[in-house]
């Protein structure tokens, strides 16, 4: 016969261990809707809703950080300098950055404006948490930031979702592999 005094230990030793399981991430995944979540364009009282936005056809491409080498070398410059960018839809960068230096980083990747890709900051990270692509980017960034990823965007809802595995890679969100 077991006792509580010998079983109890034991229960609790499984339940502090993290189990294996076989389950898919909860990120965002295709059917789902553009959360209605406020975001900022070149000022703070600037607000932009994508859901409203993404009515039709675009994209929303999520980066770690303006600035950052990968996102200002290789991501954004990919879809900016992209000849299919054109049949895309509207087009969207966020980050976890302020309006002030997402205007920036938009200026110095696309001078004259001719992408037509709007840069949007996320500096609350609501959006980014409302579609569970945030990761704790402490060590680098300071504090929770975006996953990579490009989302295509059909009626307001995901049609295609490129979430990068290892969150900040570029493996498959690359505008070679979106477009």
Known sequence: ???????????RAVAGRRLFHASAP??????????????????????????????GKGL???????????CSENHIPGYVNS????????VFVVSVNDPFVMKAWG?????????????LGD??????????????????FGGDRSKRYVLVIEDGA??????????TGLSVSAAEKVL
């Open 1 to 11: 016969m077991f006792s509580a005094t010998r079983i109890l230990p034991v229960m």
């Open 26 to 55: 909860a990120f965002v995944k295709i059917g789902d809707r553009i959360p209605d979540i406020e975001l900022v364009e070149n000022s703070p009282g600037n607000k932009v809703s994508l859901a409203k936005e993404l009515t």
């Open 60 to 70: 929303i491409i999520g980066v770690p950080a303006a600035f950052s080498p990968s």
């Open 83 to 90: 000849p299919k960018l054109k049949d895309a839809g509207k």
């Open 107 to 119: 200026k110095v990747l696309d001078p004259s404006g001719s992408s037509g890709i709007r840069f």
């Open 123 to 140: 500096p609350s990270v609501a959006f980014t948490k409302a579609l569970d692509v945030s990761f704790d980017g402490a060590s680098i």
């Open 158 to 167: 995901v049609k295609e979702a490129h979430v990068e595995p290892d969150n």
